[in-house]
């Protein structure tokens, strides 16, 4: 066993690894009808046992696929376990690397053993076909997971293509996988916008949003025009005169649009990866001093782009940079010192907070008039359908976050002039007879208070 083990976690030395405890579990598992199942693996150096169920790979989540690999025995016997049944009354077997994708490989591997198999036509077509589409669902979750997409392509022998198209059954398989192809393409072109409409999400994955989206449509694209495999099959299904061809065709035509389109976003938005990241990264104080550079290269953006030169998209990216300053500045602002500490500190930073967002509106309303007084792309206007305010669509948290910030300042207020939270107070001497007995009054009342 400790060597069948090493033969599947072949990084490691499972002999040095292997703790004497492990005898007694490994023997009960052999000798013990109740137990049906032993996996192994390692796990920062120590070789770990569980008879129920293996590891979680995206719960480890290891820096290389291949450091994950897991060694397991499940029984497929009751009877008594001996030298001569073991073979056939255990299954041992590995995992490396991701769970999905070795499983694929490892169906991809039988496979030209299974076709060589005589088993009755009719049921060996229909296994084979819910196989596939096994496989397809099997590659689309691996793909799912990476967050990359790629299109199933089956690899059914389709040297005479003549001949597929008169078999029926295949070309009823491959129009399966045409369909699901249709809904693959479908998902990726009309679902892709979830990201943009997050307006609480940082502006810089807007950027990773686009990135990620010409990743996946440049695959999906290379596929659709170079894949012989996939033309073999457009092929076959043309001369069969398949009904879900012309609109798989058609949805491979938006492909070439969305992936110019996430090109071209890629291409401006990227000039503003270090405005955004040094952002995400300020203190309120220091906001003021980055807008001017970012709105030059908004103004870039609006002039040149293909795409963001629209208020819809633009006003999604502004909205978005309104809120992270809200996120910036409500992470300064420390809500407990108001109540129970430095009470000037907190007011202090309410009032940059709220000095941070009126410079954020004059700067953007500077930009905008250079842009309406200059541009040849005009409608650089974001306010809601029937408002006066031209820009409320961006501003409206802004005004309301300062409006909060004002409340709060009148709660640090009222902290300092009646509660005596400020660092400087000093209670006044009283003259008279009894002047040291009202001041030690007062001290005692304020130190009553808190």
């Not at 309104?322 to 907190?346: F, Q, Y």
């Amino acid at each position: 066993m400790i060597n069948y083990i090493g033969k599947w976690i072949s990084k490691f030395d499972i002999e040095a690894l292997w703790p004497p405890e492990y005898n007694e579990t490994a023997l009960n598992f052999l000798t013990k009808k109740d137990k049906k199942k032993l996996f192994f693996w390692v796990e920062n150096t120590e070789l770990r046992i569980d008879e129920s169920s293996p590891p979680k790979y995206y719960e480890l989540k290891p820096e290389n696929e291949e450091d994950f690999q897991v060694a397991f025995f499940l029984k497929v016997k009751d009877n008594e376990i001996t030298l001569k049944n073991i073979e056939e009354s255990i299954i041992a077997n590995g995992i490396e690397g991701d769970p999905l994708d070795d499983l694929r490989h490892k169906i991809e591997q039988i496979l030209p053993k299974f076709r060589r198999e005589k088993w009755p036509e009719a049921m060996k077509k229909d296994f084979y076909g819910q196989l596939q589409t096994f496989m397809a669902g099997l590659f689309e979750a691996y793909q799912a997971s990476r967050g990359e997409a790629e299109l199933y392509i089956p690899d059914e022998d389709l040297s005479d293509i003549n001949a597929a198209a008169n078999d029926k059954d295949l070309v009823q398989q491959l129009d399966s996988n045409v369909i699901r192809w249709t809904r693959q393409i479908k998902n990726e072109v009309y679902n892709q916008d979830s990201q943009q409409e997050r307006e609480n999400s940082k502006p810089s994955e807007e950027i990773e949003h686009w990135k990620n989206r010409k990743k996946k449509l440049t695959r999906i694209k290379e596929q659709l025009d170079k894949n012989q495999q996939l033309l073999k099959i457009k092929k076959v299904l043309k001369i069969a005169e398949s009904p879900h061809l012309a609109k798989f065709e058609e949805e491979g035509k938006t492909i070439d649009e969305r992936t110019a389109e996430a090109e071209n976003n890629v291409k401006y938005l990227e000039i503003l990866t270090e405005s955004f990241k040094k952002l995400e990264a300020a203190k309120p104080g220091e906001i003021p001093a980055l807008l001017p550079e970012m709105l030059q290269r908004i103004r870039i953006i609006w002039e040149l782009s293909d795409y963001y030169g629209h208020p819809d998209k633009m006003g999604s990216l502004l909205t978005k940079i309104s809120n992270e300053i809200i996120r910036r500045c409500k992470n300064a602002i420390d809500v407990d010192e108001l109540l129970d500490g430095d009470v000037e500190k907190c007011i202090h930073d309410l009032d940059e907070s709220i000095e941070c967002g009126n410079q954020w509106k004059q700067e953007f309303e500077k930009m905008q008039r250079l842009i309406n007084l200059y541009s040849t792309r005009k409608g650089f206007e974001f306010g809601k359908a029937g408002s006066k305010d031209r820009n409320d669509s961006i501003f409206a948290q802004i005004e309301a976050f300062k409006q909060r910030c004002n409340e709060l300042k009148e709660i640090g207020q009222c902290q300092l002039q009646f509660a005596m939270k400020s660092r400087d107070i000093n209670i006044p001497e009283f003259p008279g007879s009894k002047g040291k007995d009202i001041t030690c009054l007062l001290y005692t009342s304020d130190a009553a208070d808190e």
